[in-house]
C-alpha cells in the first residue's frame, strides 16, 4: 500500500511539522484577493480558525493506516460478510478543495483475521482527512483492509455528493457518485458481489 507524502501546509525544517502561522498569512491575502478587509471585526481571528480547521480536515496525512488497525487485529474462525455500513465520510476534493460527504460501506470475507470494528470508521478517516478524489479514496480503504488481514476478498462503496458539482460548475444539487473497488471473492464470485451490494441497500439477496 502506497503512503502519500504530501503536507497540506508550508513545511519548517523538521520535515512533517506544519507552520501555521504561514497557512494564517496565506488566508489574510486569499481574503484580501476576494476583494474582503481581514482588518474589520469579524475575520480578525478567520486566519487562525481556517489554519486550525485544515489542520483538522487534512489530519490523515499524519496517520498510518497500518498503525491504526495495529492492535485491533484478532483470530477469529469466522468465514461469513462482515459489513459496517453507512459510515460517514467527509472529505476535500483535490481539484478545488471544497468539500464531499457522504456515507461508506465496507466490507470483507474473513480469512482467519478479523478487524475491531470501530476500527474501520478509523481507517476512513485516515483517508478522507486528506486532500482526495472520490475514486482514489475507495481504493486506498479496500487495499488497507487487504493488506492487514489478506482476507478473501474485500468490497467497498461510497455514495457521496460534491460541492464542487453542487454549488459551483454544473450546479446539480441533487447529483450523487457512487464508486466501488471489489477484491478476491468481491470481484471474482458475482453472488458474493450481489450479496454485498443487495445488503447496504437493506435488502438480502432474492428479496
Known amino acids: 500500500m502506497k503512503t502519500l507524502t504530501t503536507v497540506p501546509f508550508a513545511v519548517s525544517e523538521e520535515i ?3 507552520d501555521p502561522e504561514s ?3 496565506l488566508v489574510r491575502k486569499m481574503l484580501i484577493q476576494v476583494g474582503e478587509n481581514p482588518g474589520r471585526e469579524g475575520l480578525l481571528r478567520t486566519p487562525e480558525r481556517v489554519a486550525r480547521a485544515y489542520e483538522f480536515l487534512t489530519s490523515g496525512y499524519q496517520e498510518d493506516a497500518a498503525q491504526v488497525l495495529h492492535g485491533a487485529l484478532f ?3 469466522y468465514d461469513e ?3 459496517v455500513k453507512d459510515i460517514e465520510v467527509f472529505s476535500l476534493c483535490e481539484h478545488h478543495m471544497l468539500p464531499f460527504f457522504g456515507k461508506v460501506h465496507v466490507a470483507y470475507i474473513p ?3 478479523v478487524i475491531g470494528l470501530s476500527k474501520i470508521p478509523r481507517l476512513v478517516d485516515v483517508f478522507a482527512r486528506r486532500l482526495q478524489v472520490q475514486e482514489r479514496l475507495t481504493v486506498q480503504i479496500a487495499d488497507a483492509v487487504q493488506e492487514a488481514i489478506h482476507p478473501q476478498g ?3 462503496v461510497i455514495e457521496a455528493r460534491h460541492l464542487c458539482m ?3 460548475g454544473v450546479e446539480k444539487q441533487h447529483s450523487a457518485t457512487v464508486t466501488s473497488a471489489m477484491l478476491g471473492a468481491f470481484r471474482d464470485e458475482a453472488t458474493t458481489r450481489k450479496e454485498f451490494l443487495s445488503l447496504i441497500r437493506g435488502k438480502r439477496t432474492g428479496d
Open 111 to 113: 480469512n482467519g483475521k
Open 23 to 25: 497557512m494564517e498569512e
Open 81 to 83: 460478510m462482515v459489513i
Open 166 to 168: 453542487m454549488m459551483r
Open 75 to 77: 483470530e477469529e474462525k
Open 16 to 18: 512533517g511539522r506544519t
Open 154 to 156: 474485500v468490497g467497498v
